[in-house]
């Protein structure tokens, strides 16, 4: 049975290798995007495991682990089931906001996009965290490319992934955060948040369809709807796989000009039959970027699946731990520094968590401000 499954990927691979250019102009940034199949099991972490165990006490670890104990306290979250009528799909979501206002201000919002696979559900960590900070998050379910695809029998597995990663999903994808965006915005939960400050967010899959609504550029047929979304103003992007679109990065990606939020680990890799991302694939999306302000933080160790909230061997379950927490406070800092004008917090999360960094990078305009497994920040013009 596994020599068949063998060779219906490898077919699969060695005929998607030979797809026409045209197709895989509009595939590949959905395919960027067969990452949730996979990751490198050569884990080598930098961090000795006595030393993944000092991270526990970190400031973002203890306050995650305080935040467990009280989430029915401090928010909320309620699923809804809506439905695009106009192209007759689901669009499935999980709303997530403080259970109490401190002040009588409008709520910023995240709209999040799971990778290959996954769910509305599948990242809480991330939603019940944000509305704990004072964040609304909106947790959208892509039905053609959820945890449906691994339902099903193992010999068709891979046209069910195939599918979830072409080049009409990944236009789906896009058209969902839309619909779910302007759903909310005309329901009752629109009074409570605050329109000018919009983030879109995604991991791994999601990541790429997050790009696109910020502005990442593929060559598409003309009579297809522009992409980008103007209402987002910052995106965040968790483990972002490159575009493979036959155009050299900056060109996709210098027309994306709004604050960018990059978070990656060492041992990021991507690896399935017939495609490859290594980890510094993250480093050089990041570079390519067109935001005036953007942030790279590489943590040690992990691998691509660490921050989705799937469930991790039993050797990786402390890393998990703390790189999610540290995910967790990171994107909170990033975004009220954005929102407050105020970047030393995230300077402070940076000084607190060096030691789980393996290099991190703020660009803004013409200086960037880099530290890379050092104690201080270094600015250079």
């Known amino acids: ?6 060779k219906f990927i ?8 030979w797809l026409t250019k045209p197709l895989k102009k ?53 699923e809804l089931e809506w439905f695009d009528n106009s192209r007759a799909r689901a669009v499935p979501v ?32 991330l939603g019940k965290y944000w509305a704990s900070q004072g ?7 892509h039905v ?10 193992r010999l068709t597995l891979p046209f069910r992934l195939m599918a979830a990663a072409g080049d009409e999903e990944a236009l789906a994808r896009v058209a969902d955060v839309k619909f779910a965006l302007s759903t909310l915005l005309e329901s009752d939960f629109a009074a409570a948040i605050d329109q000018s400050k919009l983030v879109m967010a995604g991991h791994s899959y999601g990541a790429n369809t997050s790009m696109l609504l910020v502005g990442a550029k593929v060559e598409r047929s003309n009579s297809l709807p522009p992409l980008r979304d103007p209402r987002f ?68 160790g992990g691998n691509h699946n660490i921050f ?27 975004l009220q520094g954005l929102f407050l004008q105020d970047k030393s917090l995230l300077q402070q999360w940076q000084l607190q968590h060096q030691a789980l960094l393996a290099r991190f990078e703020l660009a803004e305009q013409e200086s960037v401000i880099t530290a890379v497994s050092s104690t201080a920040l270094v600015q250079i013009h």
């Open 233 to 300: 103003s910052a995106a965040l992007l968790i483990s972002a796989p490159p575009f493979y679109d036959g155009e050299p990065l900056a060109k996709v990606l210098s027309s994306v000009t709004v604050p960018t939020l990059h978070i990656t680990n060492t041992m990021d890799e991507i690896e399935v039959p017939g495609y490859h991302s290594a980890p510094s694939d993250r480093i050089d999306l990041y570079r390519a970027m067109g935001s005036s302000y953007k942030v790279l933080a590489v943590f040690h």
């Open 26 to 78: 509009l595939l590949l940034p959905g395919l960027g995007l067969v990452v949730l199949l996979g990751c490198s099991q050569k884990l080598q972490p930098e961090l000795s495991a006595s030393q993944w165990q000092q991270q526990l006490n970190l400031p973002s670890v203890q306050h995650a682990q305080l935040l467990n104990e009280r989430w029915p306290d401090l928010i909320q979250s309620e």
């Open 135 to 141: 964040f609304a998050s909106l947790h959208v379910q």
């Open 1 to 6: 049975m596994k020599a068949i499954y063998q």
């Open 10 to 17: 490898n077919k699969l691979s060695l005929n998607f290798r």
């Open 94 to 125: 999980l709303y997530y906001a403080p259970k109490q206002r401190l002040s009588t201000d409008k709520l910023p919002l995240i709209v999040f996009s799971h990778g290959l696979g996954g769910s509305r559900d599948r990242y809480a960590y």
């Open 308 to 334: 989705s909230g799937r469930r991790q061997r039993p050797e990786l379950n402390l890393q998990a731990q703390v790189l999610q927490a540290a995910t967790q406070s990171l994107s909170g800092a990033f």
């Open 144 to 153: 053609g490319s959820d945890r449906q695809v691994w339902r099903g029998s």
